[in-house]
T-cell receptor, first 113, second 115 residues
Framework: NAGVTQTPKFRVLKTGQSMTLLCAQD?????MYWYRQDPGMGLRLIHY???????AKGEVPDGYNVSRLKKQNFLLGLESAAPSQTSVYFC????????????FGPGTRLTVL | AQTVTQSQPEMSVQEAETVTLSCTYD???????LFWYKQPPSRQMILVIR??????QNATENRFSVNFQKAAKSFSLKISDSQLGDTAMYFC????????????FGKGITLSVRP
C-alpha cells in the first residue's frame, strides 16, 4: 500500500495564479483532511470530507476550495494564490471518525511570490 | 473551543537517556482523545501514541509512554532510551469524541537527540 500520497511535493506560484493539490489514499478511508503547517503554528485544518461527494470547512478555509469526487481522492484548490498561502500542506485520511488515527501524506511545500 | 499548549519550543537529550515532553490542554468536554504525533525531518507525520480520556491507565508503546493527568489537563510524553532517530518535532493533539470534531494540534516541540 502506498498509504497517502500528495502531488506535487514542491511548487512555486506567483500571486494571483491558481493551482490544485492532489491527495490520494489507497486505504479505503472515508474521511480525508487538508491541513496547513506554518512555523510556530502547528497544523491547522483547512477543509475536510466525511465521504465521497461531501466537504466541510475547517478552521482556516478562506481562499481554498476542495472537492471529493472519488472516495480515494481529495483535491485542494487555490483560485488566486496569495503570499499568505505560502505554507506546507498536508493531506490526511482516517478510517473512522471515532477512533480517528489519521494517516498523513508527505506534504507539499508551496511558495507564493 | 479546546486549546492545546506546548510551552517548550525546543529540548535536547543525550542518546540513551530519558526525556519528557510537556503538553497541557483546555476543554470543557469529558470524553476525548489525546495524541502525540512525530514529524521527522522527512516531514511525514507519524502517530506515536494515543490515550482515551476514559482510561485511567497510561498508554505505552515500546519506549514511549504518557503521563495522563485528567484533572490537571496534562498529557506528557516520556521517551526512554532516546535514539538518534527520535530527533523530530513532536505535536500534541486533542479531539473530543463527538461526530465530526476536529483534531486540534499544539505548536510542537523540536527534540534533538545528541550522540
Amino acid at each position: 500500500n502506498a498509504g497517502v500520497t500528495q502531488t506535487p511535493k514542491f511548487r512555486v506560484l506567483k500571486t494571483g495564479q491558481s493551482m490544485t493539490l492532489l491527495c490520494a489514499q489507497d486505504m479505503n478511508h472515508e474521511y480525508m483532511y487538508w491541513y496547513r503547517q506554518d512555523p510556530g503554528m502547528g497544523l491547522r485544518l483547512i477543509h475536510y470530507s466525511v465521504g465521497e461527494g461531501t466537504t466541510a470547512k475547517g478552521e482556516v478555509p478562506d481562499g481554498y476550495n476542495v472537492s471529493r469526487l472519488k472516495k480515494q481522492n481529495f483535491l485542494l484548490g487555490l483560485e488566486s494564490a496569495a503570499p499568505s498561502q505560502t505554507s506546507v500542506y498536508f493531506c490526511a485520511s482516517s478510517y473512522s471518525w471515532v477512533y480517528n488515527e489519521q494517516f498523513f501524506g508527505p506534504g507539499t511545500r508551496l511558495t507564493v511570490l | 473551543a479546546q486549546t492545546v499548549t506546548q510551552s517548550q519550543p525546543e529540548m535536547s537529550v543525550q542518546e540513551a537517556e530519558t526525556v519528557t515532553l510537556s503538553c497541557t490542554y483546555d476543554t470543557s468536554e469529558n470524553n476525548y482523545y489525546l495524541f502525540w504525533y512525530k514529524q521527522p525531518p522527512s516531514r511525514q507525520m507519524i502517530l506515536v501514541i494515543r490515550q482515551e480520556a476514559y482510561k485511567q491507565q497510561n498508554a505505552t508503546e515500546n519506549r514511549f509512554s504518557v503521563n495522563f493527568q485528567k484533572a490537571a489537563k496534562s498529557f506528557s510524553l516520556k521517551i526512554s532510551d532516546s535514539q538518534l532517530g527520535d530527533t523530530a518535532m513532536y505535536f500534541c493533539a486533542f479531539r473530543y469524541t463527538g461526530a465530526n470534531s476536529k483534531l486540534t494540534f499544539g505548536k510542537g516541540i523540536t527534540l534533538s537527540v545528541r550522540p
